[in-house]
């Protein structure tokens, strides 16, 4: 069901403007378009009643077959599975300290940071306690062929603070996991991996995990295009058990309380956790199934045809925006890691009349609001990826853009 960029939608009759997504993933716009099957089964899972640890079990069995990992979890959100995971990493089955974080007087709570990994989402472990230490340096765009973090330096970065080692998968991340991963299992350090954005391949489900990787977290609401509030969490199960621990709502009288025992050995602790430091990162039912829905699909999906199908919109849309005066375009390269092709364009702001930072901005205050991409406005460059537009949506969009510019050249 394909509707139109003139159609009405729910944001529409709220009277809020409606956006047409030509940036990819990006959750303050909505992330992606759930899959219907994950809506219709939401739906489903919002008539009866379950037990949420025991919905969490059968979601990690399923986790751990797609992922090799040995178990698996469903969060609200990869952030969430970021902080989950330190909190795994800092309080292991340890009651007492789950119940004093973020507090973490006692114990190892650093985290130790390729200092090119560093992102906004890494705001997450900070929340569950940990502090993170930056190893490495920014060096490398002197053209030296200096690299800007040596495995050296990660390893000299241990101490007996040291809580876990934070990786950010992206295609530009260094030193390679696999070396990450070996020097923190040598001191047995766990590595918790940011892989939110890297799906597809599917292969990267199970990619960072035989990679070393003690936890890796995925988003639930990208291309797996389940519920926004929903992320995986896979790895070691006694790190998921910690995780699982942090997180459900643990309001339970201990002569009764027994959780399945797959996720969670009850007899092993010394009693029932109060509320975890995860309790306000709540996964409802419906967003859980929906999520175990979807993943289902993603991976039954038929990702040779998705990416030629972004190959053709991609080639297309960049056809047609290079006949526009000042506009030079061109698709970025397939990678084995990189989800989708984009279309950078580059903008001369002579012969086009503006600049890519006035045509961006103007392009967010039209109805639908259109959103591209604009990490790099600095080189009077925007960039359109197709992974979340629709063809009716693609033809808008490069409709707008050309009339917004020859509007300016009259
Ligand atoms: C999207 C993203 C996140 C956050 O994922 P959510 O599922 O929205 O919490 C974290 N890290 C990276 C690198 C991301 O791209």
């Known amino acids: 069901m394909d509707r139109t960029a003139e159609d009405e ?30 809506l219709e089964a939401m739906a489903r899972a919002g008539e009866s009643f379950v037990r949420l640890s025991d919905l969490q079990a059968e979601a990690s069995r399923r986790i751990a077959a797609v992922t090799g990992a040995e178990a698996g979890y469903v969060t609200s959100g990869a952030a969430a599975g970021l902080l989950l995971g330190a909190a795994a990493a800092i309080a292991g089955t340890d009651i007492q300290q789950m119940d004093r974080l973020p507090e973490t007087d006692d114990v190892p709570d650093e985290i130790i940071m390729p200092r090119t990994h560093r992102t906004g989402y890494d705001h997450a472990f900070r929340a569950a306690g940990a502090t993170i230490v930056d190893a490495g340096t920014n060096d490398r765009e002197l053209g030296t062929g200096s690299t800007g973090v040596e495995p050296w330096e990660i390893e000299a970065a241990i101490t007996e603070q040291t809580a876990a080692i934070g990786y950010v998968q992206k295609p530009y991340t260094e030193p390679p996991l696999e070396t990450v991963a070996a020097i923190a299992h040598e001191h047995d350090i766990p590595v918790i991996v940011d892989a939110a954005a890297e799906l597809p391949p599917t292969e990267n489900l199970s990619r960072f995990i035989e990679e070393g990787a003690d936890l890796v977290v995925f988003s639930g609401g990208k291309a797996i295009r389940g519920p926004q509030t929903t992320g995986i969490v896979a790895g070691r199960g006694d790190l ?49 199934v929906g999520l175990l829905v979807a993943l289902e699909s993603f991976r039954e999906e038929d990702q040779a045809a998705l990416a030629t199908s972004w190959q053709q919109t991609a080639a297309q849309i960049a056809a047609e925006l290079s006949e526009v005066a000042g506009f030079e375009t061109r698709i970025t390269a397939e990678s084995d890691v990189s989800v989708a092709p984009e279309i950078v364009v580059h903008v001369d702001p002579g012969e086009a009349s503006l600049s890519a930072t006035t045509l961006v901005g103007d392009l967010r205050r039209e109805t639908p609001r259109i959103f591209v991409g604009a990490d790099r406005l600095d080189e009077d460059v925007f960039t359109i990826n197709p992974m979340c537009l629709t063809e009716d949506e693609a033809a808008h969009v490069v409709a707008r853009i050309s009339n917004r510019v020859s509007t300016c050249n009259q």
């Open 9 to 38: 939608s729910i944001y529409d009759e709220l009277g809020v403007p409606a956006v047409i997504n030509a940036t990819g993933t990006k959750t303050r716009i909505g992330g992606s378009r759930i899959r219907p099957e994950a």
């Open 240 to 288: 998921i058990e910690s995780v699982a621990l942090q997180h459900l709502d643990m309001h339970a009288a201990d002569s009764v309380w027994n959780p399945p025992a797959s996720l969670i050995d009850g007899d092993s602790l010394e009693g029932v956790p109060r509320q975890g430091i995860g309790r306000p990162l709540k996964v409802g039912k419906e967003e859980l």
